[in-house]
């Protein structure tokens, strides 16, 4: 789990500016990816360092639906990107997540990873009064380098909540809290599948969050029992809609594992 600003900004730019010739009109669209609607659709972005993902993978809970995804531009390895959606029925069940996926610094052991500094400044472009959604991102963990998340070889799924709505919560239980970065998280405990999944929750909506995950894995390996050993194979960052609509975009959006 359209008109956009940037078009009405382009339009009020070429009011008032130079006319623009057609060819560097057409190179600056070029720079704008696909609309992704297709349940599983991807896109390669900045060269391959990240991967759009529509990921549409709970939609079959929906009564009715639809969910697009699509990257307007890139800034060295920031990305803005934007994904709309409506989703009705199975209200309990996330329909979506959509993201975008690291693809370069993976399979390092926690104990070898020095920080994970990360910028994520989003928005409700808009939103239904009825929406129950997080925005969050999602690592995973496992013994099998080169694996990835939600797979027969995970072993477990850090959740890091910077929004929750309409009474959204994550799996399992509330076990506590946790002082990471300087803020109080809300710290839950549950099982999917075979892993186990850690989930830290705001305490109140973060739409720009410029920090760093690696404490976040600390705490996990100082309190938690996570073996620091375990190897970071996935990182992603996007939304889980149950119910509603809306369009969550994103304004700037980069991370790295060092």
């Given at each position: 789990m359209k008109v956009f600003a940037t078009v009405f900004l382009a339009l009020a730019l070429g009011a008032v500016s130079s006319p623009v010739p057609n060819d560097e009109r057409e190179v600056g669209l070029a720079k704008r990816g696909a609309v992704l609607t297709a349940q599983f659709a991807t896109e390669s972005e900045i060269n391959g360092r990240f991967i759009l993902e529509n990921n549409l993978w709970g939609?079959?809970?929906?009564?009715?639906?639809?969910?697009?995804?699509?990257?307007?531009?890139?800034?060295?390895?920031?990305?803005?990107?934007?994904?709309?959606?409506?989703?009705?029925?199975?209200?309990?069940?996330?329909?979506?997540?959509?993201?975008?996926?690291?693809?370069?610094?993976?399979?390092?052991?926690?104990?070898?990873?020095?920080?994970?500094?990360?910028?994520?400044?989003?928005?409700?472009?808009?939103?239904?009064?009825?929406?129950?959604?997080?925005?969050?991102?999602?690592?995973?963990?496992?013994?099998?380098?080169?694996?990835?998340?939600?797979?027969?070889?995970?072993?477990?799924?850090?959740?890091?909540?910077?929004?929750?709505?309409?009474?959204?919560?994550?799996?399992?239980?509330?076990?506590?809290?946790?002082?990471?970065?300087?803020?109080?998280?809300?710290?839950f405990k549950g099982t999917v599948s075979t892993w186990t999944v850690f989930s830290f929750v705001a305490p109140n909506e973060i739409t720009n969050f410029n920090s760093d995950l690696k404490p976040f894995l600390t705490f996990l390996t100082q309190n938690q029992g996570v073996p620091s050993s375990q190897l970071l194979v996935q990182a992603q960052a996007g939304t889980e809609p149950f119910i509603g609509s809306a369009t969550l975009t994103t304004n700037s959006y980069s991370i790295s594992i060092n």
């Open positions: 939609q079959s809970a929906a009564t009715s639906g639809f969910q697009s995804s699509q990257v307007t531009a890139t800034n060295g390895n920031a990305v803005t990107w934007h994904t709309t959606y409506t989703w009705t029925g199975g209200n309990f069940q996330v329909k979506s997540y959509a993201n975008l996926d690291l693809r370069t610094g993976l399979g390092k052991s926690i104990s070898s990873i020095s920080s994970i500094p990360t910028t994520w400044q989003w928005t409700y472009s808009s939103a239904s009064s009825n929406l129950v959604a997080d925005v969050s991102y999602d690592l995973w963990l496992s013994n099998v380098a080169g694996s990835g998340g939600a797979s027969s070889s995970s072993t477990f799924e850090i959740m890091v909540w910077l929004s929750t709505r309409g009474g959204a919560g994550p799996a399992g239980s509330q076990i506590g809290t946790a002082s990471v970065n300087g803020v109080t998280w809300r710290l």
